[in-house]
Nanobody
Framework: QLQASGGGLVQAGASLRLSCTASGRTFSNIIMGWFRQAPGKEREFVATISWSGESTSHSDSVKGRFTISRDNAKNSCYLQMNNLKPDDTAVYYC??????????????????WGQGTQVTVSS
């Protein structure tokens, strides 16, 4: 089970750090990722990280502003979001794949999903 937290209401330019903590099993040896879904839009890829944390990938829309990281000792994954924009407003979901190697850029690559945390950025 994945539990996402850290969302909130902030002004444009602010920062937030989302956390995703796993329970019930270890997620330290598999790929993890973050996705988001804005109102009226499909869920989209935000970032992914390899099991070791050595490799990451971010969508073009967040590259340079968001950073994904993980702490396997804490069975957790994080999304540091800086310079937030109103277009970043969405429900953010953390996800875990059953795969160990590589990265996961597609929803279909993930089998475990958190409940989502709301991020709202005002202008």
């Amino acid at each position: 089970q994945l539990q996402a937290s850290g969302g909130g209401l902030v002004q444009a330019g602010a920062s937030l750090r989302l956390s995703c903590t796993a329970s019930g099993r270890t997620f330290s040896n598999i790929i993890m990722g973050w996705f988001r879904q804005a109102p009226g839009k499909e869920r989209e890829f935000v970032a992914t990280i390899s099991w070791s944390g050595e490799s990451t990938s971010h969508s073009d829309s967040v590259k340079g502003r968001f950073t994904i990281s993980r702490d396997n000792a804490k069975n957790s994954c994080y999304l540091q979001m800086n310079n937030l924009k109103p277009d970043d407003t969405a429900v953010y979901y953390c996800a875990a794949s059953s795969r160990k190697y590589g990265l996961g850029l597609r929803e279909s690559e993930y089998q475990y999903w958190g409940q989502g945390t709301q991020v709202t950025v005002s202008s």
